[in-house]
T-cell receptor
């Protein structure tokens, strides 16, 4: 089955700096890679996603890159703000309903 | 629009007792999912339903059952709870495909003693 590894597990950055979270996956059939943000006491919320026919996608301060050959994808947050502090999850989806595999999460702390 | 609601918010349950976690969505989504979230393990899929009347097993289905009698509701039942089922449970839904955006509920924190 699919295996998704996510690094780092915790990340502290100064406000205004950039943050990068990396994920690798094992199943070459995976073709959809969403990123979720989970604030304390809430459910995960989709913040950006990328499909296998695209190498990069940006949405304001957030960007995601995908390298299918190396089977890794990354989340980039620029100009971080305190409200970016949360747990971020990557996921890989290979088409089947049962084939949605999440990483273990990265706790991001933005220090004012 | 409420999105997805889950009940209860939290529960303490004695081992061996049964319990049903409720999940309702008002988006008319075809697909629904149940996940459990444990520290260091992330989110793991328990069961899913791609349309009303059908269900399927996820990564960790043992000890859990689901039903999908209609589009809106997707209850998760623990027939005889065990301490290892202590977790935070999230319900989610998507329009139809697993590559559609999944919308998550606020979660149910369950403690089995």
């Amino acid at each position: 089955g699919e295996n998704v590894e996510q690094h780092p597990s915790t990340l502290s950055v100064q406000e205004g700096d950039s943050a990068v979270i990396k994920c690798t996956y094992s199943d070459s059939a995976s073709n959809y890679f969403p990123w979720y943000k989970q604030e304390l006491g809430k459910g995960p919320q989709l913040i950006i996603d990328i499909r296998s026919n695209v190498g990069e996608k940006k949405d304001q301060r957030i960007a995601v890159t995908l390298n299918k050959t190396a089977k890794h994808f990354s989340l980039h947050i620029t100009e971080t703000q305190p409200e970016d502090s949360a747990v971020y999850f990557c996921a890989a989806v290979s088409g089947g309903y049962q084939k949605v595999t999440f990483g273990i999460g990265t706790k991001l702390q933005v220090i004012p | 629009t409420a999105g997805i609601t889950q009940a209860p918010t939290s529960q303490i349950l004695a081992a061996g007792r049964s319990m049903t976690l409720r999940c309702t969505q008002d988006m008319r989504h075809n697909a629904m999912y149940w996940y459990r979230q444990d520290l260091g393990l992330g989110l793991r899929l328990i069961h899913y339903s791609n349309t009303a009347g059908t269900t399927g097993k996820g990564e960790v289905p043992d000890g859990y059952s689901v039903s999908r009698a209609n589009t809106d509701d997707f209850p998760l039942t623990l027939a005889s709870a065990v301490p290892s089922q202590t977790s935070v449970y999230f319900c989610a839904s998507s329009e139809g495909l697993p590559t559609d955006t999944q919308y998550f509920g606020p979660g149910t924190r369950l403690t089995v003693l």
